[in-house]
């Protein structure tokens, strides 16, 4: 089925480790979205991607990395865990664009840093 | 983006319509209403936008008030699978706003047998 694919779906880190979310869509969607979801904060952007190589950052992008070599594909990483990492991630993509578009989002990765 | 305003939660029988609604009075005219559901431990799943005019999908129908100050998801036959968390957003699409999907407390609606 087309949409947004997540890898890992779960990931256990050590303070210090560090780690890449890959991201992929099939749409052919111009804009990316990595997100954090943490219990009672909602959704918050931490970087985003208006094309191919592209990247801005978003609400909350300290200690955290992105790169866009293709189109598909939107990459999360991450250089030195540590525990206020902890969290779901979410990545989403959209066509965006003026006339108002719906975003598809991934399934999540649930990242614990211990 | 215009804040909007949900009830926090709501019942709903299997196979009867599921009526959720969302106040955002300070709407300016340029913002979309956006409805999404995240069902737990998934990502938000997008159900349906408008501007001003109904909307309907495979998913649902979209009911805006002439004056676009509230609006209403309507789910016209309600499965135990709609059991979600329901949000509805408001925001300009594009420009500067990319990502900035604010979800608030949103919805949560429980569809029992």
């Known amino acids: 089925n087309a949409g947004v694919t997540q890898t890992p779906k779960f990931r256990v880190l050590k303070t210090g480790q560090s780690m890449t979310l890959l991201c992929a869509q099939d749409m052919n969607h111009e804009y990316m979205y990595w997100y954090r979801q943490d219990p009672g904060m909602g959704l918050r952007l931490i970087h985003y991607?208006?094309?191919?190589?592209?990247?801005a950052k978003g609400e909350v992008p300290d200690g955290y990395n992105v790169s866009r070599l293709k189109k598909q594909n939107f990459l999360l990483g991450l250089e030195s865990a540590a525990p206020s990492q902890t969290s779901v991630y979410f990545c989403?993509?959209?066509?965006?664009?003026?006339?108002?578009?719906?975003?598809?989002f991934g399934s999540g990765t649930r990242l614990t840093v211990v | 983006d215009a804040k909007t305003t949900q009830p926090p939660s709501m019942d709903c029988a299997e196979g009867r319509a599921a009526n959720l609604p969302c106040n955002h009075s300070?709407?300016?005219?340029?913002?979309?209403v956006y409805w999404y559901r995240q069902i737990h431990s998934q990502g938000p799943q997008y159900i349906i936008h408008g501007l001003k005019n109904n909307e309907t999908n495979e998913m649902a129908s979209l009911i805006i008030t002439e004056d676009r100050k509230s609006s209403t998801l309507i789910l016209p036959h309600a499965t135990l699978r709609d059991t979600a968390v329901y949000y509805c957003?408001?925001?300009?699409?594009?420009?500067?706003?990319?990502?900035?999907?604010?979800f608030g407390q949103g919805t949560i609606l429980t569809v029992h047998p």
């Open positions: 989403a993509s959209s066509r965006e664009a003026t006339g108002g578009y719906g975003y598809t």
């Open positions: 300070t709407i300016s005219g340029n913002e979309y």
């Open positions: 991607s208006v094309g191919e190589g592209t990247t």
């Open positions: 957003i408001v925001r300009v699409p594009g420009g500067t706003s990319y990502g900035k999907l604010t």
